[in-house]
């Protein structure tokens, strides 16, 4: 949803939006509709939008993000529910410096990095372990092409099927995140 920090007397009057790459494209219908002419600038996060259009005073800025962030920020909600697709989801981790808990869990996630020819093998083998695959996110690693690291994420997995698939996949190198 877009939220300002200095409203103009009309919607119309916002020329610059501020979000990450996720928040435009969900909000790009509502934009073309509504802000045809207004300049809009993909940031970091939706959260760092918001705190963009808090910090230009004087300006008629914008930005696509969560009523959270609105209030985080001392901005006004303008437009609710501009999304494309209401099923969109954003996932969050909890990370820490401790160990990873090995305990079964609904959620399971791993690393494994290396070719992108062992991809196939490593989801079939998470899958021969009961586990279904919730999200693939790949990152190249920037080493020689074709290289990767893939965070997956799991659901029914445990740290027993993971060390499975672990032992499944000696081409991969592995780090467990927890469950």
Known sequence: MPVRSNCPSRIEDIGIVYSHKQGIAQGSEWLKENLPNA?????????????????????????????????V????????????????KTRFYVLSTGEASKEASDRMAFVASGSAEDLAELLGSVESQGMKVVAVHDRPQKTELGN?????????GDYAAFETVQRA???LEFRYLGS
């Open 148 to 156: 990767y690291s893939y965070l997956v994420e799991c659901a029914r």
């Open 73 to 88: 920020y001392g901005l006004q909600v303008v437009a609710a529910g501009i999304q494309k697709n209401d099923a969109n």
């Open 169 to 171: 996949n000696p081409a």
């Open 39 to 71: 300049e809009v600038i993909e940031v970091a996060s939706t959260a760092e939008g918001a705190r963009m259009a808090a910090e230009a005073e004087g300006r008629d800025c914008a930005a696509i993000g969560s009523a959270a962030a609105a209030d």
